[in-house]
């Protein structure tokens, strides 16, 4: 189960260009909050504490307010300005406990393989993955053991074989590959 952080948010009934540019502008983050069969929720977060949150990359956050507690939800959305880079709008997505989520997490491999020390270069492909599972199941982060692979071998999305979880890749996709150097004649 991934790790959860919690987040407080301000609920807010501005809405529009110039109300997000008014709420950038104190130092805050326009955001909403989608959930099922219930209403959507518009709010400001302090932009410390998201970028804070975001920071350890959680899967899940639990948002509430002062007056409610919204639920466990996933980051659907960031947008950040294409110039500089920063915050401008998050969305979020509430979790139900029997619908399945969309998610990309990042993938991480484990084990050396022995190749490597003859020579043999590692070449990753994917470093995400994208994935579909209950909340539940919900990784921080998919491991993959390379320690097995041999020269001029390669793990494949279809090889790929995570418990409750199913990989939403092409099938064909190289996860990583592992070549040796070619011969000098």
């Known amino acids: 189960m991934a790790k959860t952080l919690e987040l407080k948010v301000e609920t807010r009934t501005a809405v529009g260009k110039e109300a997000a540019h008014a709420i950038r502008h104190t130092g805050a983050i326009p955001g909403i909050y989608y959930g099922y069969n219930k209403e959507s929720v518009k709010f400001t977060v302090d932009r410390r504490e998201l970028e804070t949150t975001l920071r350890q990359r959680p899967r899940i956050v639990h948002l509430f307010t002062q007056d409610a507690d919204l639920g466990e939800c996933v980051v659907r959305e960031l947008q950040k300005d294409p110039v500089s880079d920063e915050l401008q709008h998050v969305d979020f997505l509430a979790l139900h406990p029997k619908l399945k989520v969309s998610i990309t997490v990042p993938l991480e491999f484990s084990g050396v393989p022995a190749c490597l020390k003859l020579g043999g270069k590692m070449n990753v492909m994917h ?59």
């Open 127 to 185: 470093h995400r993955l994208r994935i579909r599972c209950l909340p539940e199941y919900l990784p921080d982060a998919l491991t993959l053991d390379v320690s097995a692979m041999e020269a001029d071998s390669a793990i494949l999305v279809r090889d790929l074989d995570f418990k409750n979880i199913e990989v939403r890749e092409p099938s064909d996709a190289t996860i990583v590959r592992i070549s040796m150097p070619k011969a000098e004649e």
